[in-house]
């Protein structure tokens, strides 16, 4: 069984920064492995997704420049730079059921899901 874990959430002020942390359990070493968030009052959003060593990886156009992922085997972090209210929400990381060879950012493609992390944007 994959649990993907994570960690990291915040307050935060507008301009700053946060870095959150997935750890799965269980083989997710050929597995593509992503970040979403659900904002208050949002569908889920996909944000980045990555294999190990970013060989295949995607970014969302929302956070393509501000967000940066890095992924080393079972965990994986997301580096936030100059956030702003509207990215508040819960984070959630996933994992592949099964080896695609290409990380898209599409909620079909992943079966595992942690439970989230709240991140808050807020002066």
């Known amino acids: 069984q994959v649990r993907p874990v994570e960690s990291g959430g915040g307050t935060v002020q507008p301009g700053g920064s946060l870095r959150l942390s997935c750890t799965a359990s269980?083989?997710?070493?050929?597995?593509?492995m992503a970040w979403f968030r659900e904002g208050p009052g949002k569908e889920r959003e996909p944000l980045v997704a990555t294999s190990v060593g970013g060989t295949s990886l995607t970014y969302a156009d929302s956070v393509k420049g501000r967000f940066s992922v890095f992924r080393d085997s079972a965990k994986m972090t997301l580096q936030m730079n100059n956030l702003q209210p509207d990215d508040t929400g819960t984070y959630y990381c996933?994992?592949?059921?099964?080896?695609?060879?290409?990380?898209?950012?599409?909620?079909?493609?992943?079966?595992?899901w942690g439970r989230g992390t709240q991140v808050t944007v807020s002066s």
């Open positions: 996933a994992v592949e059921g099964r080896s695609s060879g290409t990380c898209r950012t599409a909620a079909w493609q992943y079966q595992y």
């Open positions: 269980g083989y997710t070493y050929s597995r593509c």
